[in-house]
């Protein structure tokens, strides 16, 4: 189940990379697969699968917010809300903290990208990517 979501999760990164975008079918696959994990982990309904749906609302509204005020992408905040269904509440604290650190080297690097090949307008960054690698991290001891 960790295999596909790392799948997954790198398919994101590669598209958000290369056209800026994370479409909705990788988002929905990423939530609807999370009770499936749920399940094969042993979560009981409640409180566990219970929590797990606060974590998500909770993320999900945050990041919404900072989509509304134009500080992040819609593909973001969705992947980042279906994200947290996955893992538990301190779990999720990291990988936002772990994609803050990480976005930060790729707006520099996106921005240095920008200026050296002369691009017009504001760069889009790339934020899923930042978002992919931090989930792929805290995946990462588990899968190996």
């Known amino acids: 189940m960790l295999c596909l979501l790392g799948v997954l999760l790198i398919v994101a990164a590669v598209t958000d990379l290369r056209s800026r975008i994370i479409s909705n079918r990788l988002n929905l696959a990423v939530a609807a697969l999370a009770p ?14 219970a ?16 989509f509304a005020l134009g500080w992040m992408g819609g593909g973001d905040v969705k992947l980042l809300g279906a994200l947290a269904l996955w893992f538990p509440w301190q779990a999720v604290l990291s990988l936002i903290v772990l994609m803050a650190v990480l976005g930060g080297v790729v707006t520099i690097v996106t921005v240095v990208h920008h200026r050296m090949t002369r691009r017009l307008g504001q760069p889009e960054i790339p934020y ?13 001891p588990t899968i190996f």
């Open 36 to 49: 499936l994990w749920w399940i094969a982990s042993g979560l009981s309904p409640w409180p566990d699968m």
């Open 51 to 66: 929590g797990q749906l606060l974590t998500a609302a909770i993320v999900f509204a945050i990041f919404a917010g900072l």
């Open 128 to 140: 899923g990517v930042a978002i992919s690698l931090s989930a792929l991290w805290l995946i990462w």
